[in-house]
């Protein structure tokens, strides 16, 4: 019996060992049940995280919260950024960058500033409506900007920041009760089932001049956050077969030799992932497919590496460990001939590649790589690494990676390619936690404590892995 039992776990090691070492060949491989083993872990990744994280702590102000959408060139707060702060707050902790009190107040001072944003359906002096906000913050004050969108997006990475912090400061003392409680306030007062308008959907939208955009989020996308958020909610929540709408429009496909649920630019198979593992637990969609969201965003990692490597469209410097497609600031708005070729370029754009969206003008972004780290770190960290040393300080400066480059874009002011001066806080941020998930899978286990995520999951139909426990 003992010799059987031996064999039974050297049996279950090597399986194991092969399961994950062979995970980035095997296209119909099960879902992983653990983080990703298959690589060691380069210092390289402390350095990263280090620079990326004093880009939340040094340009947010303490007071209000309030993270620029872009620096250093002046901008207002983008509420995403201020979700991804919230939750790199309690990284840094970790990484004992600063004290779990500072994390702490910074954090209370956020939730404070946020309640007390006037909620109404007027225009101007305004910080939101039912619960949601705008898009963009004027700093200080923390009033609409640009006449932008209420978003609905923006405010679920924003809570999902929130609830992060909620389940991180359980301490009993006044300030991480206050922290509790700020949370539940802010997440409470969402009227979700208003946002669904006459839709059995979430709409992306609400401007008070005219009402709800014309969309809804459906199909894959950074969405599937917003939707669990919606369905965990206690006070407004929608009902359960919103997420029937959700999976409606999804397009299955191979590409590159990977299938799976496409979305061009690969923030979308990030963001919801920055803050809740998937690994196991399934869905009735990925039930079918006898796979999992994680795996799904494996695959689409795979393909981006394999269309650099391919580089159809001849763009200069793509290879095997230059590669990132993702929205990303860009040159400009332009068409011109490089080396013999008429070229297009864009500014900010979500550029991607997949089976059903090809949006690629020679742009690079370190995010892409950075926020797909614990997916497939055996590809990702040669990336990231290949960035560094072949661009060196046009690319890398002191938050980390500047947000994108693009070495196609040559022109007498720019011999070199064009490289940005920016950093943009949705884009550091996902750089931030997924080096900690990849770690220790750190943000992914807080949340996993926090019942509104796990009742939103359950509403949505997911079961199984860390949810049956």
């Known amino acids: 019996m003992k010799n059987n039992c031996c064999f039974i776990v050297i049996a279950v090691i090597i399986w194991t060992l092969i399961h994950f070492m062979g995970c980035s060949e095997n296209a119909s491989q099960k879902p992983a049940k653990t983080t990703n083993t298959s690589f060691t872990w380069d210092p390289f990744l402390d350095s990263l995280q280090v620079r990326t994280l004093k880009f939340f702590l040094e340009t947010t102000d303490r007071n209000t919260g309030l993270t620029p959408d872009r620096w250093p060139t002046p901008s207002p707060s983008s509420i995403a950024a201020v979700g991804f702060a919230l939750t790199s707050y309690a990284i840094a902790v970790e990484r004992e960058l600063i004290t ?182 399934q869905d009735a969609y990925m039930r079918e497919k006898d796979l999992d969201y994680f795996e799904n965003s494996r695959r689409a990692t795979y393909t981006q590496q394999a269309y650099a490597r391919e580089n159809p469209s001849r763009y200069r410097d793509y290879a095997e460990n230059i590669w990132g497609f993702t929205a990303c600031d860009g040159p400009k708005d332009t068409t011109f001939v490089v080396a013999g070729k008429e070229r297009q370029f864009w500014s900010y754009r979500a550029r991607g590649v997949s089976f059903d969206w090809a949006e690629d003008d020679g742009t690079l972004a370190p995010t892409a790589a950075g926020g797909s780290l614990p997916f497939a770190p055996e590809i990702c960290i040669p990336a990231l690494k290949a960035l560094h040393a072949k661009y060196d300080t046009l690319l890398w400066k002191k938050y980390g990676f500047l947000d994108s480059f693009n070495p196609t874009y040559i022109t007498p002011k720019t011999p070199n390619g064009w490289f940005d001066h920016d950093y943009l806080g949705i884009d550091q941020g996902p750089i931030v936690m997924m080096i900690e998930n990849l770690r220790n899978g750190f943000v992914w286990n807080v949340m996993k404590k926090n019942p509104y995520i796990v009742a939103g999951l359950q509403r949505a139909g997911f079961k199984g892995g860390w949810l049956a426990h």
């Open 100 to 281: 779990r009190e500072e994390a702490a107040q910074r954090t209370l001072n956020t939730l404070r500033f946020f309640r007390q944003l006037p909620q109404h359906d007027q225009p101007q002096n305004v910080g939101g409506y039912k619960g949601f906000f705008y898009h963009f913050l004027k700093i200080p004050s923390g009033a609409r900007e640009w006449n932008c969108e209420l978003s609905t997006i923006d405010t679920a990475l924003l809570m999902a920041g929130v609830l992060f912090a909620q389940s991180y400061f359980d301490a009993d003392n006044t300030n991480e009760n206050d922290i509790r409680s700020l949370a539940d306030s802010l997440y409470f007062r969402i009227d979700w089932k208003w946002a669904m308008a006459d839709t059995n959907g979430i709409k992306t939208a609400w401007f008070p001049e005219r009402g709800f955009g014309p969309h809804i989020w459906d199909g894959y996308d950074e969405a599937m956050i917003l939707y669990i958020l919606a369905l965990g909610s206690p006070a407004h929540p929608v009902p359960e077969s919103v997420w029937q709408t959700w999976m409606k429009p999804y397009v299955w496909a191979k590409y590159y030799d990977q299938e799976f649920v496409s979305f061009g630019p690969l923030f979308g198979h990030q963001y919801s992932h920055c803050w809740i593992d998937f690994r196991v637990i």
